[in-house]
């Protein structure tokens, strides 16, 4: 009862007019910054920062919330219309957003999208609200250790999305990890697989790599002829309203129950430092395809796989402001840039903030409310307007991706080197579709090995290479058991069916 009393106070303070119109502007800009390939969130609120130091500090971190926020929302436009995702946390909302949108119903598409996002962003908030210290205190208690356990027990759930290709999902997922090895080791400073190549001291640019192997295929696939023409232009020219792109009772129905799961996991992730919405969105997606009961194949154009990933990287990112207020611990670079935001204007998050700073930090709480209906509201009235962009001939489409491809991958590193790896992605991705390779193993083991090799080389040293903190720490016994259900399950169900083929 306190927490709403509280949030009813940050209520009148995020509803000022000055308030309200910068979380108006902030929910404006990052969607027009998620939907642009190769910024996303983080590049988006560092270059937007400037802009607050003239308002206070209230205002200016509710502009930037809102910026952080909204992005979750821009990010699926880009990924369902032409399969290029605006952010990471897009790139499963594309497996099944641009499917339909081949399929002639990018409306329905962007409002399964758009609906999950809300309810997704929704449920992550009011656990924000009544938890958020709780969950933040107990996020502290994933160290190395549990935070290796979780990573191993996600690395598995890439099984999940193999399909019917085990060896080639198992082979696309060493080759993530081996990707993902490449450039200097952050723990001790060894230069690996470098090849001579003083880009590669950095490693991979993920962005690249992910518009290289999903948008710039999809150009090469395009350019193939009359065939790809016709499947490309295929029921895309209708005139789409925002009534026809309404979803019906069954399809809502359909989405409800992933919205929510999603959004519940995707919370608890976006409370654990270093997860982020992109292992959230992965996560969530993954547990969809594995026990969800989808009409239509994940993959294949099911709008709950668009609802699994945009209800869990919305609620990931309202999670995140659990430890980054309560706790001062930001668990991704975009609530890095808001802690130096913070710091900047000098208020110094932590258990005290909740108490010495209420207005200020429910007044952001609440106004996280009101960002997720303005992007909400702005979002729904452009769909009929954006989906014009399907009327394009494809003689002028292609060009366009791909000029969209060259700036967002050279914008991440300002050099030539990220275009070059986006090609090459290209190249590889185009074979992978030709030859029905996954890509999803591929680009999941890229994103959790670097956070698994880390932790795991953290806790041998915290250990002095024992293995006892794996199994002396109760959240990673528990992590550990699940881990050994997942690899143990198939095993178990293989013997089983060879048993009862046996006796008939």
Do not use: H
Not at 19 to 27: D, F, M, P, R, T
Not at 141 to 160: C, K, Q, R, Y
Not at 190 to 198: A, C, E, L, Q, S
Not at 211 to 229: H, R
């Amino acid at each position: 009862m306190e927490a709403l009393q509280l949030l009813a106070r940050g209520f009148s303070v995020a509803l000022s007019v000055q308030n309200v119109g910068a979380a108006l502007i902030g929910a404006v800009l990052g969607l027009i910054v998620g939907a642009m390939p190769g910024i996303g969130s983080l590049a988006g609120c560092a270059l937007l920062l400037p802009i607050t130091f003239g308002f206070n500090p209230t205002t200016a971190i509710i502009m930037l919330g809102a910026i952080y926020y909204s992005n979750m929302y821009g990010g699926a436009f880009s990924a369902i219309l032409i399969n290029i995702p605006g952010d990471a946390p897009a790139i499963m909302t594309a497996m099944d957003g641009y499917p339909l949108t081949r399929q002639g119903r990018p409306g329905q598409a962007l409002m399964a999208a758009n609906l999950s996002s809300c309810i997704g962003g929704t449920i992550g908030m009011m656990i924000l609200v009544f938890l958020g210290p709780a969950l933040a205190s107990f996020g502290l208690n994933f160290g190395p250790s549990e935070m290796s356990m979780m990573m191993l027990v996600a690395m598995t759930s890439i099984s999940w999305l193999v399909g019917e290709s085990p060896l080639l999902g198992i082979i696309c997922t060493c080759l993530g990890i081996l990707l993902s090895t490449m450039g200097i080791d952050i723990v001790s400073g060894t230069i690996r697989y470098d090849f001579g190549n003083m880009y590669l001291l950095s490693g991979i640019n993920f962005i690249p790599l992910v518009i290289g192997f999903i948008g710039m295929a999809q150009v090469l696939e395009l350019t193939e002829g009359p065939k790809g023409s016709a499947n490309v232009d295929e029921g895309l020219g209708k005139q789409l309203t925002l009534r026809k792109s309404l979803l019906s009772k069954d399809e809502f129905k359909r989405i409800l129950r992933p919205s929510i799961r999603s959004g519940l996991l995707g919370t608890f992730i976006g409370f654990l430092p270093g997860a982020g919405a992109t292992a959230g969105s992965f996560l969530s997606y993954a547990l969809e395809k594995k026990s969800g009961k989808s009409k239509v194949p994940l993959g294949e154009g099911a709008v709950e796989g668009i609802a699994a990933s945009e209800a869990a990287n919305n609620a990931a990112a309202a999670g995140a402001f659990g430890p980054l207020l309560s706790l001062g611990i930001p668990g991704s670079g975009t609530t890095a840039v808001l802690l130096g935001g913070l710091m900047m204007w000098g208020l110094n998050p932590g258990p005290m903030l909740f108490t010495s700073e209420p207005e200020f930090t429910w007044g952001l709480i609440a106004s996280l409310f009101i960002s997720n209906l303005i992007a909400l509201a702005i979002a729904l009235c452009i769909i009929p307007w954006i989906i014009k962009l399907l009327k394009v001939p494809v003689s002028i489409m292609i060009p366009s991706i791909v000029v969209i491809c060259f700036v967002g991958s050279f914008s991440t590193s300002n050099s030539m080197f990220g275009v070059v790896i986006m090609m090459i992605g290209g190249i590889l991705g185009y074979i992978f579709k030709k030859n029905q390779i996954p890509v999803s193993p591929l680009l999941l083991s890229f994103v959790l090995s670097s956070t698994l090799e880390t932790n795991i080389r953290r806790t041998f040293i915290a250990s002095q290479g024992s293995l006892r903190l794996f199994y002396t720490r109760p959240i990673t016994l528990v992590l550990l058991a699940i881990f050994l259900v997942i690899v143990c399950t198939p095993m178990v169900k293989a013997i089983l069916k060879k048993a009862k083929n046996s006796k008939k």
